[in-house]
């Protein structure tokens, strides 16, 4: 408290009048602000006002359009631990401690609202608000790290706005509670990551401060979508090749040098205009989507977290904001103002001015004239440089202690099954600046969608541009669907797997024939085929990594030709005007003898041939064959003549001049030209193929479950419910006959030793002679039980006949009651005894069996074998 | 041999009867017509089948130069012979015949499959430039010696093996000496050497083989020593500093000089000899080394310009490239539109468009290649003169180093002669001369022979350092301008090649077009 007070003195300094001075400003001007506001309002012109009401009523509804109430009514407090209930002597004693530095701050700091140090929990029972952080690790390893945390965190809750958001609330749930109920205000939300951090190490606060309208409505709308940011292409770094000693030199520059400069400096006017127009233009575009000015800025009460260097390896601190789980640094303008912070060993008020929002503060903890603590003794306080001055309180270590017990008391947090769903519900919607994010949790929607991502043209998300849907677990692989709202393109994408091994698929339609292309993972397909392109017209492939070395066929349709006769795409196919295909080098052929492109023009009969281009060539040879079948003048067929072949030879050879060899070129080709034809159409049948099974898996949707997912997977569960029941009544059988008959006898024998002949005989006429008097013992002792009920019914009956006369009606309806029960009992002995009798040889016999059969006992087995 | 060609007249493979059999072989149909029409040319010829036709002689085979398949069973042939053309032969079937010896397939090293199937061989040899070799038949023939076997193992490529009705075949041990021996081996007398024979023979035969091999790795590896040693002496020469690194020249300097011989019993002669030796060895290793050195850098000189050449062509031919693949493209275009134009002018101004473009682009391809030619040109000059320099550097300094060599010379001619003459003082006198040998004695007779003597051997000496000196210089200059020719050579052609190129392709195109043109204007 000496620090208190020693700033209060230094205040009155010169040097503080200043700041003092700005504090008051500050203040007044924060009664001001809603006046004024008040004020412009009334100046406003009736057409602003409206579109100020109907833009604040947009953004009631998009927070709080389907906030249930969270108040105490709903909360089930009969299932919550004493410790929630009352308070410990303890915790008393802390909060008459908390209560004393609360009364000494508001006597030294009068302009300061008071401070937020324990409010009442779920239960009305007032609570010191270290004690309610439980640091906690979670058992799951994905919530290690703070960003991860943080993103839990935040889908895991839904937000609820604080009752009045000039004030901190008056209760403060726990953890558990917002937990079971995935609900909860800042500070809820701030609390429970606040642990969690803490819990896996994090040097991390809960911050009790003031932050923006947007933060405060957790708002995104302003915010550019993470995902819809495009990632910076890295460029890469062209390496300067140093030039050799000797690289040719470039032939001599004819150019004017004066006109190239003169050509730059107009290209850079051009340019600088264009930016400036640019930056005009989105300067317009910031303003106009600038918010509004708030009213109450500055005032709204946030709870956030900040997480301090050092711990795992933070290097700088930093807030993160448990609404949306983004990080920010301590400098963003998002944060305005902070009041106290706490973890769960210590309370710190904050000191230092924030008239430039947090942007001035400095996180050094252990400096008591910047940070006024409460308990005395953290490790925070080893730091301050003032040290001497607080020396003389000794009981708020007690306190401390006071803390980490109390707190210690409480059940650690548990987060259920519901881990898996995240959100409430499984479903969770986040609106960004012409962006809106919907998530759910897997399985939840039958045809596997996981999230969506909605882009809009403008701010008041009226007009989409483009839809994104990510698909989880889909049996067709399919992973993501993004549909062009404005060009109306439809492209999925799949993992690997699918049947067809389609990797992109994109359209504008599903009817055949239209503008498509699909990609393969050609290393699936057994034909190499890489991506399908096709447009009404033509359709084009491109190959990679085949043994024939093609690369690239592009194939023209003309139109269909009507046929009288009912006809589909699959009976009638286009006729094929054209086809080329082209080839890739083959190392084992010469260049002049390896095809490099050839064309069927079909409707022509003309064949072209290019071939390859020689490693020090610039030209590369061609042929064309014109196919007429024509006859001569006699009537004769004409086979080959010289100009049926039109060829251009790079290095003119002599046998290629043979009309032989021209003739079997040209059969080759004709037969290569059917192939193709027949390879095109079989193309058209497979992309009708593909349409029909996408139809169908999209018509079916269906999942997929892992073998390792022991909750949805029906199969696995039966069989692993088969296989426990099977396991319990293995478990049971073996338990019965674990019963050893022999171990009574084979402990009077030395362990370990093998069994002679002599002992074995012997254990075996002992065992079953103790078996027979076993036998013998259980029918003579039914046969006592029932001579002993017969002779005590015999007695009864006696009695009965003596005191027949002197008998009331209740003892003789006892009496009949008795005999009737003594009857059964006779029975079922003598039926018991009677079966007894009947299985005793039995019995005897089987276990004679049994121990003949007993490894222990080889040795008389050996005889009898 | 009880064949009914026995009671036939042999006959002679002559023109007629290849040309018969060549056109019944050859295609059939509209291809036959054509083949007809046009006549076949014995060297476009890929098999030729000749059997059963009494041929007692090959011969007149010359002009089949890609044959890859030659069948001449069932005929009488006693010796191979006439098949040293056929380089590119694969198949040859010599079975049914009556070739005592295998000779003559000396130069058909692309062969695989070799029949000699019933002939009267009795030793295999003369096979080695087959090494493709893959099937070899010589089943009822006259082998009697299992050391034949051995012979095979060269070829490593040999799988399939038929040596069934030989002498050795009915040896008990034939199977097993040869699936030991042949261990790539995959079929016997058109059988498949199964795993388990195989394992069994190479147990039977271990020790022998371990031997066989282990001798054949001495030899692998000697011949690679060998072979080791010659490139090592190779790549000296290459440097111009061969046997430079020991006391070779020195050794060679006293070989043929045999006063010196004789004066170095001399008394302190040998102690100077000694370190007359060493010195000059010294040198010489310094020479050789510097030589090395030298060499090194002139080779990455030279990579660095091929280098730097042919990314200049290369780059040049790209742009070539490019410039006739977008001519190619308009011109294409533009053919298409003139045949479907109709209006006589419109043709006609379209075609002189279409020249147009053609000199167009032969004007751009012409000066590409001018501009290739000047600048590499430049380079050319460039790397002439750092070569020539660096050789001038190298001769000057490798002189410097045998000025050393001579001194040392006259150094050890100057020190010899006083210690002769001392020793001729002392013979006069007669203090010694019971200890030096006859054939020196014989020299010390008076002054003028001493001298004499001991001025021979040095000018012996001189002139071996005087030989090598010019050796190296005239070699390395040699290889200097022969360097400088061949680049200047190659530049050369590689311009004509180019110029040729466009020129050929330019008439073709232009060729075209006034083929389109004629066509045309018949039309």
């Not at chain 1, 007070?5 to 700041?19: I, N, Q």
């Not at chain 1, 012997?762 to 046969?783: H, P």
């Not at chain 2, 742009?319 to 001519?327: L, N, P």
Request: net charge negative; glycine share 2%.
């Amino acid at each position: 408290m000496e620090v208190l007070r020693e700033k209060v003195e230094e205040e009155e300094e010169a040097e503080r009048e200043e700041a003092a001075e700005r504090a008051e400003w500050a203040r007044m001007e924060k009664m001001m602000r809603p006046v004024e506001v008040r004020k412009e309002e009334n100046t406003l012109k009736q057409e602003t006002l409206r579109d100020l009401e109907k833009k604040l009523s947009e953004i009631q509804i998009t927070v709080s359009a389907e906030l249930p109430a969270f108040t105490k009514d709903t909360i089930d407090i009969s299932k919550l631990p004493v410790s929630y209930k009352t308070n410990t002597p303890k915790e008393e004693h802390l909060l008459q401690v908390a209560d004393n530095f609360s009364c000494q701050y508001s006597h030294l700091c009068p302009d300061r609202v008071p401070l937020f140090l324990h409010p009442l929990n779920e239960c009305e029972v007032p609570k010191f608000v270290s004690t309610t952080l439980r640091p906690t690790l979670m058992p799951y390893p994905e919530l290690y790290n703070w960003d991860s945390c943080a993103q839990f965190v935040s889908d895991f809750l839904t937000m609820v706005p604080l009752p009045d958001p000039l004030k901190p609330p008056s209760h403060l749930y726990s953890s558990t509670t917002v937990l079971k109920y995935q609900k909860g205000n800042c500070f809820d939300f701030s609390t429970l990551l606040c642990s969690m951090l803490i819990g896996s190490g994090y040097d991390a606060y809960c911050v009790n401060g003031y932050g923006s309208l947007d933060l405060c409505h957790m708002d995104l709308t302003r915010e550019v979508c993470p995902l819809t940011v495009k990632p910076k292409e890295t460029i890469k770094k062209e390496e300067k090749v140093l030039p050799k000693k000797y690289t040719i030199k470039p032939p001599r520059d004819l150019c004017s040098r004066f006109e190239q400069e003169q050509e730059v400096k107009k290209q850079q006017e051009i340019r600088a205009q264009e930016k400036k127009r640019l930056r005009e233009e989105e300067e317009r575009l910031m303003e106009a989507e600038k918010a509004k000015p708030d009213a109450l800025h500055g005032l709204r009460v946030h709870s956030w977290v900040l997480v301090l260097s050092g711990k795992r390896e933070v290097p700088e601190n930093f807030f993160i904001d448990p609404f949306t789980g983004h990080s920010y640094s301590t400098q963003d303008e998002h944060f305005l103002g902070i009041e106290s912070l706490w973890n769960h060993k210590n309370y710190w008020i904050n000191m230092q001015d924030c008239w430039n929002c947090c942007k001035d503060l400095i996180f050094d903890l252990g400096d008591p004239v910047r940070w006024e603590y409460m308990l005395l003794g953290t490790d925070k306080s080893q730091l301050s440089l003032t040290e001497e001055d607080d020396s003389g309180i000794n009981d708020e270590d007690d306190v401390e202690n006071l803390v980490s017990l109390s707190s210690s008391r409480r059940p650690q947090l548990t987060v259920s099954t519901a881990f898996e769903t995240r959100c409430p519900n499984g479903k969770k919607v986040i609106q960004y600046k012409r962006a809106k994010l919907e998530k759910w949790a897997p399985y939840l929607n039958s045809n596997g969608l996981v999230s969506r991502l909605t882009t809009y043209e403008d701010l008041q998300c009226t007009n989409i541009l483009e839809i994104k849907e990510w698909y989880q677990n889909r049996e067709d692989m399919l992973e993501l669907k993004h549909i062009n709202k404005t060009t109306d393109l439809k492209t999925d994408y799949f993992k690997p797997g699918h049947p067809q091994a389609l990797r992109v698929h994109s359209y504008k339609s599903m009817q055949p024939e239209m503008d498509r292309v699909i990609e393969f993972y050609e290393t699936a397909r057994v034909d190499g085929l890489m991506k399908r392109e096709e447009t009404p017209r033509t359709m084009t492939e491109y190959y990679q990594g085949r043994p024939d070395f093609l690369s690239y066929r592009h194939a023209s349709f003309g139109p269909r030709v009507k046929k009288l006769t009912l006809s589909s795409a699959e009976s009638n196919p286009r006729p094929i005007v054209k086809i080329t295909e082209r080839f890739f080098r083959n190392p084992a052929k010469p260049a002049e003898e390896d095809v490099a492109e050839r064309v069927f023009l079909v409707a022509e009969e003309r064949i072209q041939l290019r071939y390859h281009c020689r490693e020090d060539h610039i030209t590369a040879s061609k042929r064309e064959f014109l196919r007429r079948t024509e006859v001569d003048s006699k009537g004769n067929k004409i086979i080959m003549t010289p100009d049926m072949c039109i060829s251009f030879e790079v290095e003119p050879m002599e046998h290629t001049k043979k009309l032989l060899y021209q003739y079997e070129a040209m059969m080759h080709l004709k037969r290569e030209e059917k192939l193709s034809r027949h390879q095109v159409w079989e193309s058209e049948l497979e992309v009708l193929e593909i349409l029909k099974l996408r139809e169908e898996e999209e018509a079916a949707h269906t999942l997929t479950i892992s073998i390792y997912d022991t909750k949805r997977n029906e199969k696995s569960k039966e069989y692993r419910e088969a296989m426990e029941r099977m396991m319990h009544e293995e478990h049971l059988r073996q338990v019965e006959t674990q019963l050893d008959y022999l171990a009574p006898f084979l402990a009077q024998l030395p362990p370990g030793e093998k069994l002679t002949r002599w002992q074995a005989v012997r254990l075996k006429d002992e065992c079953l002679s103790d078996f027979k008097q076993r036998l013998i013992n259980k029918a003579n002792l039914i046969q006592a039980r029932f001579e002993k009920e017969t002779q005590e019914l015999q007695k009864k009956q006696q009695w009965y006949q003596e005191n027949q006369v002197t008998l009331t009606p209740e003892d003789e309806d006892l009496y009949l009651s008795y005999c009737s029960q003594a009857m059964f009992r006779i029975r079922i002995l003598e039926q018991r005894l009677n079966r007894h009798k009947e299985l005793a040889p039995l019995k005897y016999l089987a276990l004679e069996e049994k121990l003949y059969k007993d490894p222990r006992l080889g040795e008389l087995q050996k005889i009898f074998a | 041999m009880n064949r009914p060609c026995n009671s036939m007249e042999p006959r002679v493979m002559d023109d007629d009867m290849l040309k018969l059999a060549v056109g019944d072989q050859g295609p059939q149909e509209e291809a036959g017509q054509l083949a007809k029409q046009e006549g076949i040319l014995f060297k476009d010829v890929l098999s030729l089948q000749l059997d059963f036709r009494n041929i007692l002689r090959i011969d007149n085979l010359w002009q089949f130069e890609n044959l890859r398949k030659l069948q001449l069973d069932n005929n009488i042939i006693e010796k191979i012979e006439g098949l040293e053309n056929l380089a590119h032969l694969v198949w040859l079937d010599l079975s049914f015949n009556n070739i005592e010896t295998i000779e003559g397939l000396d130069t058909l090293v692309n062969l695989e499959d070799l029949s000699l199937f019933n002939n009267r061989i009795s030793k295999i040899d003369s096979l080695d430039a087959l090494v493709k070799l893959q099937v070899l038949s010589l089943g009822n023939n006259r082998i009697d010696n299992m050391m034949n076997i051995i012979y095979l193992r060269r070829f490593k490529c040999l799988r399939t093996l038929s040596l069934s009705r030989n002498p050795i075949s009915e040896a008990e041990d034939y199977k097993m000496f040869i699936c030991a021996y042949l261990p790539d081996l995959v079929y016997l007398d058109y059988r498949r050497i199964d795993d388990h024979t195989k394992k069994l023979a190479e147990a039977k035969h271990q020790y022998s083989i371990d031997e066989l091999k282990h001798r054949e790795n001495l030899m692998q590896a000697q011949l690679e020593d060998e072979q080791a040693r010659r490139e090592e002496l190779e790549k000296h020469k290459t440097a111009f500093v061969e046997h430079l690194n020991g006391s070779f020249l020195f050794d060679s300097m006293y070989a043929e000089d045999s006063e010196g011989n004789k004066l170095s019993y001399l008394p302190g002669v040998g102690e100077l000899l000694e370190t007359y030796k060493d010195k000059f060895v010294i040198i010489c290793v310094n020479i050789f080394e510097y030589g090395l050195k030298q060499q090194e850098k002139r080779k990455t000189e030279l990579d660095t310009f091929s280098e730097c050449v042919h990314e200049a062509i290369q780059e040049n031919q790209e742009q070539g490239k490019r410039k006739i693949a977008k001519f190619e493209e308009k011109h294409l275009s533009s053919l298409s539109a003139i045949r479907e134009e109709s209006e006589l002018r419109n043709i006609e101004k379209m075609i002189l468009e279409c020249s147009a473009d053609i000199s167009e682009l032969f004007d751009a391809l012409m000066t590409l290649e001018m501009q290739l030619v000047e600048q590499l040109e430049e380079t050319i000059n460039m790397f002439e003169r750092n070569i020539v320099d660096m050789v001038g550097l190298f001769i000057e300094n490798v002189q410097s180093l045998m000025a050393q060599c001579r001194d040392l010379e006259n150094h050890h001619h100057e020190k010899l002669l006083e210690i002769s003459i001392s020793t001729l003082e002392k013979i006069v006198e007669g203090d010694l001369g019971e200890d030096l040998p006859n054939d020196l004695r014989a020299l010390f007779v008076d002054k003028d022979t001493i001298v004499n003597a001991v001025g021979a051997s040095h000018d012996i000496h001189l002139l071996k350092i005087d030989n090598r000196e010019d050796e190296l210089v005239t070699r390395i200059n040699s290889w200097c301008t022969r360097l400088i020719d061949k680049i200047h050579k190659d530049e050369i052609m590689r311009n004509r090649k180019r110029v040729k190129e466009i020129n050929q392709y330019i008439d073709h195109m232009q060729s075209e077009l006034d083929n389109l043109e004629c066509g045309d204007i018949l039309d």
